[in-house]
T-cell receptor
Framework: RKEVEQDPGPFNVPEGATVAFNCTYS??????FFWYRQDCRKEPKLLMS???SGNEDGRFTAQLNRASQYISLLIRDSKLSDSATYLC???????????FGTGTSLTVIP | EAGVTQFPSHSVIEKGQTVTLRCDPI?????LYWYRRVMGKEIKFLLH????????ESGMPNNRFLAERTGGTYSTLKVQPAELEDSGVYFC?????????????FGSGTQLSVL
């Protein structure tokens, strides 16, 4: 079983739409959770950390459900510039290891 | 502040040749990671340095891959001899310490094509 699983998509949504991505992780000892954004042919860049109580950064809301071992990312009022691949990343402190999902592809359509 | 830098950005070599990739982490970051992404697959861990020591090299595919981190600064990843299946994007990432919420910062990657 993979450490981190994501629906690869693709998600094609119109501008202004709300879209949500989910991610599940297998190791219950995982401690830190992140969403990274990767543009085509670029490196992953940190979008936001995910905290236990949930957190929001502008149009982006991240939530963590430890009991069900899943993480979500909600994007409101989608912009064309949101088109990218969104990577779910989980860290286990044992060896300070980071695990990546395959990424979810989002295309925002005019 | 300079980010993680990688060199070269692209490398095209023939099967059997040797290639060396370099990564300069963010200054002061003890942790340095190498990852590889093959098209259509997830980013996969190769190895992890803490300063100059290899903390975990369980992701290294085989003994054709050799990574070093001299003096705990920059790191090199050598592939010798390269095979077709080694093609992919090699990312280097660094993080500062081992505390809660450690974040990874990535270099722009080296696109390796083995022909």
């Amino acid at each position: 079983r993979k450490e981190v699983e994501q629906d690869p998509g693709p998600f094609n949504v119109p501008e202004g739409a709300t879209v949500a991505f989910n991610c599940t992780y297998s190791n219950s000892a995982s401690q830190s959770f992140f969403w990274y954004r990767q543009d085509c042919r670029k490196e992953p860049k940190l979008l936001m950390s995910v905290y236990s109580s949930g957190n929001e950064d502008g149009r982006f809301t991240a939530q963590l459900n430890r009991a069900s071992q899943y993480i979500s990312l909600l994007i409101r009022d989608s912009k064309l510039s949101d088109s990218a691949t969104y990577l779910c990343v989980v860290n286990t402190y044992t060896g300070n290891q980071f695990y990546f999902g395959t990424g979810t592809s989002l295309t925002v359509i005019p | 502040e300079a980010g993680v830098t990688q060199f070269p950005s692209h490398s095209v070599i023939e099967k059997g040749q040797t290639v060396t990739l370099r990564c300069d982490p963010i200054s002061g970051h003890d942790n340095l990671y190498w990852y590889r992404r093959v098209m259509g697959k997830e980013i996969k861990f190769l190895l992890h340095f803490v300063k100059e020591s290899k903390q975990d090299e369980s992701g290294m595919p085989n003994n054709r891959f050799l990574a070093e981190r001299t003096g705990g600064t920059y790191s090199t990843l050598k592939v010798q001899p390269a095979e077709l299946e080694d093609s992919g994007v090699y990312f280097c990432a660094s993080s500062q310490g081992t505390g809660s919420g450690e974040k990874l910062f990535f270099g722009s990657g080296t696109q390796l094509s083995v022909l």
